[in-house]
């Protein structure tokens, strides 16, 4: 069973950095693109990048690529964020996803690790 | 990017009922189009992808349909456990965007 388990979120001042970590398991890690997508308070959806399979290549929603870092760590199965400089907006629930074995839509998804930006 | 704009925001039907959600994209996305279903508390669940094609194991009372810019998702015979939020997503060019979403609640 494909399981994406996400950890790191909770409550940051403006202007901090976090790391997100999502673990996977149940396939073979280092098969796959992996992408973060956040979902705000009020719900909206929003993609912020994806990584190959090996690591070798990533894509990233233009409003966050100065800001938001995407890598992995294959050995360890394991997908990461690196989210610096936060601002309010950033207030989100984070999700790691995998798709069917391209990157273009999300067939598996975790539980999600909530992010609150807030002095 | 692609804006994705979906209608309606909110939705009220009933059981038995069958229930279509638009999505329109800013430009063609050549079938690159997915859906989502989001229960309350819960991670959203992939509906169908390449806008008509169905993921395993979801019901056949959900389909997918469109071209160009204009999709829709159609479930037959509504039952009470599709009340939930559904998304579309266009993956034909990056940024991946979403549309807005679609709160569907019983009647």
């Known amino acids: 069973e494909v399981q994406l388990v996400e950890s790191g979120g909770g409550l940051v001042q403006p202007g901090a950095s976090l790391k997100l970590s999502c673990v996977a398991s149940?396939?073979?890690?280092?098969?796959?693109?992996m992408s973060w997508v956040r979902q705000t308070p009020g719900k909206t959806m929003e993609w912020i990048g994806d990584?190959?399979?090996?690591?070798?290549?990533?894509n990233y929603a233009p409003s966050l690529k100065n800001r938001f870092t995407i890598s992995r760590d294959n050995a360890k199965s394991t997908l990461y964020l690196q989210m610096s400089n936060v601002r309010s907006e950033d207030t989100a629930t984070y999700y790691c996803t995998r798709g069917a074995g391209s990157p273009y839509w999300f067939a598996y998804w975790g539980q999600g690790t909530l992010v609150t930006v807030s002095s | 990017d692609i804006q994705m704009t979906q209608s309606p925001a909110s939705l009220s039907a009933s059981l038995g009922e069958t229930v279509t959600i638009e999505c329109r994209a800013s430009?063609?996305?050549?079938?690159?189009l997915a859906w989502y279903q989001q229960k309350p508390g819960k991670s959203p669940q992939l509906l169908i992808y390449?806008?008509?094609s169905l993921h395993t194991g979801v019901p056949s009372r959900f389909s997918g349909s469109g071209s160009g810019t204009q999709y829709s998702l159609k479930i037959n015979s509504l039952q009470s456990e599709d009340v939930a939020s559904y998304f579309c997503?266009?993956?034909?060019?990056?940024?991946?965007?979403f549309g807005g979403g679609t709160k569907l609640e019983l009647k």
């Open positions: 149940g396939f073979t890690f280092s098969d796959y693109w």
């Open positions: 997503q266009q993956y034909y060019d990056y940024p991946w965007t």
């Open positions: 430009e063609d996305i050549y079938n690159g």
């Open positions: 990584i190959k399979y090996d690591g070798s290549y990533t």
């Open positions: 390449n806008a008509n």
